[in-house]
């Protein structure tokens, strides 16, 4: 079964066709990242203009690279922005109804987690723990069954994603912050980390969320000390003159990483997981992947992540998901409408 998976949530354009939810035959990805860089993060506007304009080509090169006969349409519904959302959804239900197939409305977040099984082949472990690390998600999943998905840690703010480019955006780095971040903390090879708060876990249940605190992250203290820090060692351009900014983002990388291995942990040593599954841009941290490394090795479990093709947005994870998902929808799809604030699960 060949799919053809469309994806706008926020700012790649992107579309792709699967065969059989894993061999993906074709994946183009149109970034928007030059044209929100100016701003410093993705203006939803824009990024709405952006995708009508290069939809067309990206679905057509995606068809066109397959070569093949589609079987069904599927397209990410949320979360994401809205006015970007839409452009995809509707583009989507035009082809389907054109090609006279299914189609499939998929949860952005968990083709996140499918994304480790792209262009693999083997069964699919279960139960699993996964973790979706993105620009506007942190979210620890508990898969008891392939495609049941129950929250069982997240955020209490900010993303990962989003602390790594907020604090590069208060050093002057650039846009988006965590590949330029990864770079520029390789390069320094002390050990004398900044000790930034890494918002130790809290017992009980978070009266933010409702899940268990001692799973949940905090990343806006550590924003709030990287300013501090930063105002009171001079500014970012006596910092950057005197060459601290390495050590800088080093330790701020470090505090990010170590929250997220540290509730990993906690996740598995909880959970009777027999892999964990990791997905999102983030998941493309060096740093990040060394750890989330040793922490499975020490649970005693394998780690499952992406290629770094499928860690960003794609299309490919939405084509996936929807092989898994062929018999949820139909026809009725056609009336679907976009779920900006959709949670995993939902
Ligand atoms: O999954 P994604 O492409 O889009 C969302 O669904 O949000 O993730 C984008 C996020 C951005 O915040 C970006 O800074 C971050 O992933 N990112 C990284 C790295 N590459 C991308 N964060 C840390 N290290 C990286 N190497
Ligand atoms: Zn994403």
Partial sequence: MDILGIETSCDETAAAVVRDGRKVLSSVVYTQIPLHKPYGGVVPELASRAHIEKIREVVREALDRAGTKIDAVAVTYGPGLAPALIVGLNAAKGIAMALDVPLICINHLEAHLHTPFLDTEGEIPEPALGLVVSGGHTNWVYMPKYGVYETIGQTLDDAAGEAF??????????????????????????????????????????????????????????????????????????????????????????????????????????????????????????????????????????????????????????????????????????????????????
Avoid: W
């Fill in 165 to 346: 480019d907020k604090a590069a955006k208060l050093l002057g780095l650039g846009y988006p912050g965590g590949p330029i971040i990864d770079k520029i903390a390789k390069t320094y090879e002390g050990k004398d980390y900044i000790p930034f708060p890494k918002g130790r876990p809290r017992e009980g249940v978070s009266a933010l969320c409702g899940l268990e605190a001692s799973l949940c992250v905090s990343f806006s203290g550590l924003k709030t000390a990287l300013l501090r820090y930063v105002q009171q060692n001079g500014g970012t351009a006596k910092l950057a003159e005197d060459g601290e900014i390495p050590r800088i983002v080093a330790s701020y990388q470090e505090a990010i990483v170590g929250a997220l291995a540290d509730r990993t942990a906690t996740a598995l040593s909880r959970h009777a997981a027999k892999a964990l599954v990791v997905g999102g841009g983030v998941s493309l941290n060096g740093r990040l992947r060394l750890a989330l490394k040793e922490t499975c090795d020490k649970a005693k479990v394998p780690l499952y992540t992406a290629k770094p093709c499928y860690c960003g947005d794609n299309g490919a994870m939405i084509a996936a998901l929807a092989y898994f998902r062929r018999n949820v929808s139909g026809a009725e799809a056609l009336k679907a409408d976009v779920h900006p604030s959709l949670e995993v699960g939902e």
